[in-house]
T-cell receptor
Framework: KQEVTQIPAALSVPEGENLVLNCSFTDSAIYNLQWFRQDPGKGLTSLLLIQSSQREQTSGRLNASLDKSSGRSTLYIAASQPGDSATYLCAVRPGGYNKLIFGAGTRLAVHP | GAGVSQSPSNKVTEKGKDVELRCDPISGHTALYWYRQRLGQGLEFLIYFQGNSAPDKSGLPSDRFSAERTGESVSTLTIQRTQQEDSAVYLC???????????FGSGTQLSVL
């Protein structure tokens, strides 16, 4: 059974810091991995999608890497801003299944 | 449409009543998903549609829960005889295909009194 774990559960940093959010999954047989952010009272916003054949994806200040063999992904946020404050969720699509399996998320607070 | 639309945004009901939650996916998206998020917890998969068919209903918690999709568009999630433990945010998502990005709606906050 695929399980997704995110560390840390919560993180508080001063504005301007570079930071790394971690995601691990137990079964390396995945189609892809997706990172989302969730703002309070709102749905999820897709940030980056990495296919199983890819090693990383970048969008602006965000960079996500994937090491499928070790069951790990990281989301790197450069020069963090207060507007980055949200919960970040990692989700994997297991091979042979159509649904995404989500981690519990990392709650990020960036203070001025 | 511009995004995934869910209605109502909030629903308060009494225990034992039936509720219907609606999802309008992005036009042209063949895959549609329902998830549930209880307060302070992660996302729990409920059901997946490909077109109008539901090949994966494995996440529906009991036979009080059902869902349908028509016209490869709108989907309705129905909860019969609601219980307090059904209180949660119900999130709908759609994607072009099963391997593409998921786009989520803002959810329906269901409160069962």
């Amino acid at each position: 059974k695929q399980e997704v774990t995110q560390i840390p559960a919560a993180l508080s940093v001063p504005e301007g810091e570079n930071l790394v959010l971690n995601c691990s999954f137990t079964d390396s047989a995945i189609y892809n991995l997706q990172w989302f952010r969730q703002d309070p009272g709102k749905g999820l916003t897709s940030l980056l999608l990495i296919q199983s054949s890819q090693r990383e994806q970048t969008s602006g200040r965000l960079n996500a890497s994937l090491d499928k063999s070790s069951g790990r992904s990281t989301l790197y946020i450069a020069a963090s801003q207060p507007g980055d404050s949200a919960t970040y969720l990692c989700a994997v699509r297991p091979g042979g299944y159509n649904k995404l399996i989500f981690g519990a998320g990392t709650r990020l607070a960036v203070h001025p | 449409g511009a995004g995934v639309s869910q209605s109502p945004s909030n629903k308060v009901t009494e225990k034992g009543k039936d509720v219907e939650l609606r999802c309008d996916p992005i036009s042209g998206h063949t895959a549609l998903y329902w998830y549930r998020q209880r307060l302070g917890q992660g996302l729990e998969f409920l059901i997946y549609f490909q077109g109008n068919s539901a090949p994966d209903k494995s996440g529906l918690p009991s036979d009080r829960f059902s869902a349908e999709r028509t016209g490869e568009s709108v989907s309705t999630l129905t909860i019969q005889r609601t219980q307090q433990e059904d209180s949660a945010v119900y999130l709908c998502a759609s994607s072009l295909s099963v391997l593409e990005k998921l786009f989520f709606g803002s959810g329906t906050q269901l409160s069962v009194l």
